[in-house]
Every structure is written in C-alpha cells, then in structure tokens.
C-alpha cells in the first residue's frame, strides 16, 4: 500500500478490515470502517480501498442519504468512483512522467482494473489535470 494512502487512511481515522467476505469492498459510516475481501489482487484491493475511501472523506456523515434513493446512491457512488479515479491518475503521471493530455485513457483504465461504465469520469479528469 502507498504511503499516500496510509496517510489518508491515518487523515480520516479510518479502520481497514482486510478478511473473507462476500462483496469486494463496503464501507461503514457508524465505525468508521473500511472492510476489503482477502481474495482481491493487488491492483484490485488499491481500486476498491481507494473507491471506499472515496465514501469516507466525501460522505461520511450522508449514510441516510445514500439510502434516500437510488439516484443519490448513483450519484455517491459516482463520486466515489472519481475520488478513486482521480487518486490513481495522479499517480500514474508521477510515476510515468507522461503529459496528462498524451495519456491513452483506455490503457490507463486497464492498467488500473477501471471499468468501461467510468469512461466519462476518466476522459474528465484526464482534461482537468
């Protein structure tokens, strides 16, 4: 795990429960816990526990809104989705050194296990940076 990443999970005093479980990744508000199945790979734990932690710095205290209605939970999710997203970009143009407008998003997706449903948040970012 990156330092990066220890860093924010230290920032949000967030738990991290790596065990056997039947969905890859949640994350519980009331405990602040993040919990990630064992049977993840390693570019998959990174996906999830940076999408999970998405939730906790952006959501933390909206448990009840999450549950209000589908379209919120799309939204939350959506913008969980980009947190994680916009957390491995950054770190694929530290560590390559490659100009952000000369990045092959679809490359960059499948290097990071991205699905194509975040396409548009991928493209989005990439013309941010």
Known sequence: MAEKVIDIIRELGVSV??????????????????????KL???????????ELGHAAKQKN???????????KLKMECEANRYMISYLFHRYI???G???????????MRQNDIPLRDEDIV????ADY
């Open 17 to 38: 429960i790596v065990g056997d479980f039947n969905n890859p990744g949640y994350y519980v508000p009331e405990c602040n816990t993040i919990w990630i199945d064992e």
């Open 41 to 51: 790979d390693e570019c998959q734990h990174d996906v999830v526990l940076l999408h």
């Open 62 to 72: 909206e448990i009840e809104l999450y549950n209000a209605t589908k379209t919120m």
């Open 94 to 96: 530290k560590y390559t």
């Open 98 to 108: 490659e100009e952000p407008c000369r990045v092959d998003y679809l490359e960059f």
């Open 123 to 126: 493209k989005e970012i990439i």
